[in-house]
């Protein structure tokens, strides 16, 4: 195994509830096979509302999901979020991941560096990769190479899309499957494409 990772045997590990620093521990559930790594000075802050983590389809899930947090990070969930199989979801020393609620589907790669703040009745599609930070720099670029994403109240984020850094996805908007999202979207708009532009205005949806 994988050094400072445990694998949670059972649902509802008490080994990943002692880590809640703030909330109520049972609101937080990993199902079987879900892989955790979490340093010590790292905190996972509950609100009002379950948080589960490696969800399924189906009964016999072979794909479980990864929670890495490092020194300083800090996980914050206000309300009720699902995170779904074969999830990817890494806090970084001294980041902020902070959550309302809604769920994130099979396959998510969530990869936060500085900050990413997701809203309430957020829903994210399969294999979608939001990530603050390209990682690398690239030289003679004045661009920081890590910079806040904001998802705000009542988003749709389809399948495959991606999310880099610096962008806000405003309030009630739709991100079409397949779109790569470089600048800030305005509210109830619906967007599409590599990059992604908008293509309908005064959307709603449900």
Known sequence: MISNWFKIIY?????????????????????????????????IELGVGRVTI?????????????????AQS????????????????????????????????????????NSIKIGKWVYIGDDVAIRDSDGHEVI??????????VIEDHCWIGAKVTLLKGVTIGEGSVVAAGSVV???????TLVAGVPARVVKENVSWR
């Not at 979020?81 to 969530?110: M, P, Q, W």
């Not at 470089?182 to 109830?188: A, E, I, L, Y």
């Open 11 to 43: 649902i509802n590990s008490r080994k990943l509830q002692r880590i809640v620093k703030t909330g109520n521990p049972s609101n937080i559930v990993a199902f079987k096979g879900t892989m955790v790594s979490v340093d010590p000075t790292a905190s």
């Open 54 to 70: 490696n969800a399924s389809w189906c009964d016999v899930n072979p794909f479980p999901a990864l929670l890495s947090m490092r």
């Open 74 to 113: 800090r996980l914050i969930v206000h309300g009720s979020f699902s995170i779904y199989s074969n999830a990817d979801i890494s806090v970084n020393e001294g980041a902020t991941l902070e959550i309302g609620g809604g769920f994130v589907n099979h396959g998510a790669r969530i990869h936060c560096f």
């Open 140 to 149: 003679g670029s004045d661009i920081p190479v890590s910079m806040p994403i």
């Open 182 to 188: 470089t600048q800030d979207v305005p509210p109830h």
